[in-house]
């Protein structure tokens, strides 16, 4: 569609690009759909209050596998000596 804006990513860090090329990052869903033109406007904090819901998901699954992670270290310990 000729009518169609294009959009794209720009990332404050050019070497950022290649975290999220080479798969180890990942765009939230919610720019992803406004990249797809799936979502007229861009998220925002103030229109998107699932933005920031979603930001703090992410914190709990960090800090639940950095626990997890801590207790497997703890088994391994363990089971060397």
């Known amino acids: 569609d000729p009518l169609r804006t294009r959009r794209r990513v720009q990332y404050k860090v050019y070497e ?3 975290d999220y090329v080479g798969g180890a990052r990942r765009l939230p869903v919610q ?3 406004w990249l ?3 979502r007229p406007d861009p998220p925002t ?3 998107c209050p699932c933005l920031r819901a979603d930001i703090e998901r992410q914190r709990r ?3 639940n596998a950095a626990i997890i992670e801590a207790r497997d270290q ?3 310990a363990r089971l060397a000596v």
């Open 16 to 18: 950022d690009m290649w």
């Open 31 to 33: 720019w992803v759909s």
């Open 36 to 38: 797809s033109h799936t």
């Open 45 to 47: 904090f103030e229109v």
């Open 61 to 63: 699954v960090l800090q």
């Open 74 to 76: 703890e088994e391994r």
